[in-house]
């Protein structure tokens, strides 16, 4: 159950990431959003499956 909500949470951080990318660059290519929404969630889960684990640890 904890990982479900985790990767929950990752996919919404990772939505709003990947908002504030696209504001900033203005890029309207598919490709380069697609580009943006994967780095965003790439971003995400190392930073959330790092502060989950460290979370957990105390």
Known sequence: MKS???YIFI???AIITWNIIDYFT???EPF???FHFCLA???M???VD???DTKEEK
């Open 32 to 34: 380069m959003k697609g």
């Open 11 to 13: 996919f919404l951080v």
């Open 41 to 43: 969630l790439a971003l």
């Open 4 to 6: 479900i909500k985790k």
């Open 45 to 47: 889960h190392i930073v």
């Open 50 to 52: 790092w502060v989950w």
């Open 26 to 28: 203005h890029k309207n």
